[in-house]
């Protein structure tokens, strides 16, 4: 399902294709429907398929659980568990603080990492391969449960060697944004989205003279003048090279994004997942307030508008 075709799936698995083929024919017999839509182009799982392919995964991960402590037979929490934080947003800067206390607490655990765009993040949790997100967005998706927790503000952030004359005001508008050379994530990032939905709203386009996904890369270009960026203040001030820089809000309704934490609602956390999903919510709660950390519940962020990240208390 993940690959596309029988004939890759049959390599990775070590089968022959017809045997392959015969295993999903069988499937789709007990099932009493179809799973797999073939054409010329390759094969894609029906809405039966995705259910199934979802339930698998699960299965597959508490198998490896069982496996792992059993083999190990330590009392002690194992085996592997999938994080997504969101690039180049204040999810990224809970990373450290999760690997330290997973570490720490459960070392038997080993936590994976994946800091692709959010939609990519939101299809690996589709698909069963992801335990948990904390992605921008908040909009239901039919498998995924969204538990909103702040609202991140966006600001331009220039070197000032850009600006010839005087230092702007505290804030620029969304045509002063279209009017820079930017620096911007890929098209699939929700924060290049909203760049571009901001500038649309004043009629214009983004002046895009990059694509950069990596945040080292991004603060390299930064120094060396190539260009803009747009970024949440919590990341601006990561930026190395922070006196160097104009930090400005972007004065539009438009240039925020609510971040969500994101997880199966049909497929239960492993013992291992949910225990370091309870070490994440501690995390985020000393970052960012307080909000419900039960996982079967629709939590609301209470910290809201309270939130350090919120506003532009002391931008450079």
Not at 5 to 31: C, R
Not at 106 to 128: C, T
Not at 252 to 266: E, K, R, T, V, Y
Request: hydrophobic letters at 40%; proline letters at 8%.
């Amino acid at each position: 399902m993940d690959l596309g075709s029988m004939t890759s799936a049959a390599k990775v698995l070590n089968v022959a294709q017809p045997a392959l083929s015969q295993h999903i024919a069988s499937l789709e017999a007990d099932f009493k429907c179809k799973l797999l839509d073939r054409s010329a182009r390759g094969v894609k799982p029906t809405e039966a398929g995705r259910i199934l392919y979802r339930y698998a995964k699960s299965i597959q991960r508490q198998i490896e659980e069982a496996r792992r402590t059993i083999l190990d037979n330590k009392p002690e929490l194992t085996g592997n568990v999938t994080i997504g934080l969101a690039p180049l947003s204040s999810a990224a800067l809970l990373a450290t603080p999760l690997l330290m206390q997973v570490r720490e607490r459960y070392p038997g655990i080993v936590p994976h990492i994946y800091d692709s765009s959010g939609v990519m993040l939101s299809e690996m949790m589709l698909k069963g391969s992801m335990d948990m997100a904390v992605l921008y967005g908040e909009r239901p998706v039919t498998g995924l449960d969204y538990k909103p927790l702040m609202r991140e503000y966006f600001y331009l952030v220039v070197p000032r060697s850009m600006y010839p004359e005087q230092m702007p005001a505290e804030d620029v508008s969304a045509a002063e944004v279209a009017q820079f050379d930017l620096l911007l994530p890929y098209r699939e990032s929700f924060l290049r989205q909203t760049v571009e939905r901001v500038c649309a709203e004043v009629g214009l386009r983004p002046r895009i003279v990059a694509e950069i996904h990596s945040q080292s890369t991004l603060s390299s270009a930064i120094a060396a003048g190539v260009g803009a960026a747009v970024l949440p203040m919590s990341i601006a001030k990561e930026l190395p090279n922070l006196d160097e820089l104009c930090i400005r809000r972007i004065n539009a309704p438009s240039a925020s994004q609510q971040m969500s934490l994101c997880i199966s609602d049909n497929a239960p956390l492993s013992d291992a997942a949910f225990s370091v999903y309870k070490i994440l919510l501690e995390i985020i709660v000393k970052t960012w307030g307080p909000f419900d950390a039960n996982p079967g519940s629709a939590a609301i962020a209470t910290g809201g508008p309270t939130s350090p990240l919120d506003g532009p208390k002391d931008e450079p």
